[in-house]
């Protein structure tokens, strides 16, 4: 038997020889290479060096419907977090109980006190957002709302091309209209050049905060280079928050310098997990969220997309808080049940119950991103039996009903040299920019989409932290 036979759902009627298909995966592989869908190796890292990242070699299938209905909600979404990050209230009664236990979440939440006690110095908010789905067979349910470091802007794209390769050299041209567009990383320097101009100070530069190490490099240094052909003359530099905590300053205008460039636009690709904070990284959030640049995300941006901002917003009445009841209605259809695991809030004893009863069908989560943070199913009893000499935990956690995506078996290329036919499921991530003040909004656009599969007995997806693959939509 051909070793290619019915091996992908949408192509069941490929049956490609064992030879070709080798060559088939070889040309994938230096297609890849050759264009920028890269990541350097965690397990053999080199600055002078990339791989490619992981990528699926056929589009999976995704309904028309559901896909435009996910992109139909996100200028609403995009509207609903603007206006959660500009509520104070709001803000500090949701994560009240969370900042008491979470010293992460307490931080940042510090930093928000200090410069809002102080006067926020610059008005205008950058938010460059991802709202990630997964779709079950009921529609588009929301797995999270990404709004820091919100990657994958030049890997979105360049996933549809390879794809897209793929399908030519094995003759199906009739399936390349079936690809959706997608300028994410056009859509996103759009955005922020549009901020950058409102900032208005002709020789202030972009400055990409990043992580000591960096792996998703071609995602950021893309984003760089697509920054300079849109306008030649911008300046962009790159720095960690060990490099700010040396050159890094504020001018008598709390103007940012860092050396002897001005700042207009300051762009965070880390800063989202606690191992990327010193103390002296500490200081130089305080001392950026100080100054008059305009953030991406500013702290209190940050802050609304936490977990814990994400469970209170599914209760009763709270969506009506900052939106129309008709989009209130269309955004609570794309949540899934999230209930909180303190017992003194609404849903926790409820919570408790059904984990006690049901833990394979939860997730449990903390207030971290970057993938590998959360607890699934059977894992959760152990997780909580283990947490028993700690009273307070349980306000660091939220409690996610499991989203059962439709599943197709595709094949996923892996740069250590496997090749894996399997069943996958796949999470779809929406793109839209959002730039304003506490009082309105200037801007707010969708910029393009994003898709990541993994094998369905997977339960992180992360690329970048090694769990799932680049891929595309093919609508259906």
């Given at each position: 038997m051909p070793l290619f036979f019915k091996m992908c759902s949408l192509f069941e009627e490929i049956n490609l020889p064992e030879k070709e298909f080798q060559e088939l995966i070889e040309k994938a592989k230096d297609w890849a290479l050759m264009h920028g869908v890269g990541m350097r190796s965690k397990h053999h890292f080199s600055v002078n060096s990339i791989n490619?990242?992981?990528?699926?070699?056929?589009?999976?299938?995704?309904?028309?419907?559901?896909?435009?209905?996910?992109?139909?909600?996100?200028?609403?979404?995009?509207?609903?977090?603007?206006?959660?990050?500009?509520?104070?209230?709001?803000?500090?009664?949701?994560?009240?109980?969370?900042?008491?236990?979470?010293?992460?979440?307490?931080?940042?939440?510090?930093?928000?006190e200090t410069v809002y006690m102080e006067g926020i110095t610059q008005e205008i908010y950058l938010s460059m957002l991802r709202n990630d789905t997964m779709i079950a067979s009921t529609g588009p349910k929301q797995v999270e709302y990404n709004t820091i470091a919100s990657g994958f802007g030049w890997l979105g794209p360049i996933s549809k091309a390879i794809q897209s390769y793929i399908l030519k050299e094995i003759g199906h041209y009739d399936k390349l209209k079936q690809l959706p567009e997608n300028n994410a990383l056009s859509g996103y320097c759009e955005g922020m050049l549009e901020a950058w101009r409102i900032f208005n100070v002709p020789d202030a530069c972009i400055l990409f905060v990043v992580e000591d190490v960096t792996y998703n490099i071609c995602d950021q240094r893309f984003m760089e280079f697509e920054l300079r052909e849109l306008e030649p003359k911008i300046k962009v530099i790159r720095r960690t928050f060990k490099e700010l905590h040396t050159e890094a300053k504020l001018g008598p205008n709390k103007e940012l310098f860092v050396g002897k460039h001005r700042v207009g636009i300051v762009y965070y690709r880390s800063g989202y997990v606690p191992q990327q904070y010193s103390e002296n990284c500490w200081q130089v959030r305080l001392l950026i969220e100080r100054s008059d640049s305009i953030k991406c995300?500013?702290?209190?941006?940050?802050?609304?997309?936490?977990?814990?901002?994400?469970?209170?917003?599914?209760?009763?009445?709270?969506?009506?808080?900052?939106?129309?009841?008709?989009?209130?209605?269309?955004?609570?259809?794309?949540?899934?049940?999230?209930?909180?695991?303190?017992?003194?809030?609404?849903?926790?004893?409820?919570?408790?119950?059904?984990?006690?009863?049901?833990?394979?069908?939860?997730?449990?989560?903390?207030?971290?991103?970057?993938?590998?943070?959360?607890?699934?199913?059977?894992?959760?009893?152990?997780?909580?039996?283990?947490?028993?000499?700690?009273?307070?935990?349980?306000?660091?956690?939220?409690?996610?009903?499991?989203?059962?995506?439709?599943?197709?078996?595709?094949?996923?290329?892996?740069?250590?040299?496997?090749?894996?036919i399997t069943d996958t499921i796949s999470e779809l991530g929406i793109f839209s920019v959002v730039i304003g003040s506490s009082s309105k909004i200037i801007y707010n656009k969708q910029t393009g989409h994003m898709l990541r599969t993994k094998p369905c007995d997977y339960n992180e997806g992360g690329v970048a932290s090694g769990f799932g693959a680049l891929d595309s939509p093919y609508l259906i």
């Open positions: 490619f990242a992981p990528f699926t070699l056929f589009p999976t299938p995704l309904k028309r419907e559901h896909f435009e209905e996910v992109i139909s909600l996100q200028l609403s979404l995009g509207e609903l977090m603007h206006k959660v990050a500009n509520d104070r209230e709001f803000l500090t009664s949701a994560l009240e109980k969370t900042v008491e236990v979470d010293d992460f979440t307490r931080r940042l939440f510090n930093i928000y995300p500013n702290i209190q941006y940050h802050l609304s997309g936490s977990k814990k901002v994400q469970e209170v917003l599914t209760r009763p009445n709270v969506l009506e808080r900052f939106l129309d009841e008709n989009e209130a209605k269309k955004i609570r259809n794309l949540f899934t049940d999230i209930y909180p695991l303190n017992k003194d809030e609404p849903g926790g004893l409820e919570a408790e119950q059904l984990l006690m009863t049901n833990p394979e069908d939860f997730v449990l989560k903390p207030q971290r991103e970057g993938g590998g943070n959360n607890i699934y199913g059977k894992d959760i009893t152990d997780f909580i039996n283990g947490k028993h000499e700690d009273p307070n935990w349980q306000a660091s956690f939220i409690v996610m009903r499991m989203i059962r995506p439709i599943t197709y078996k595709n094949c996923i290329v892996r740069p250590e040299g496997s090749i894996l």
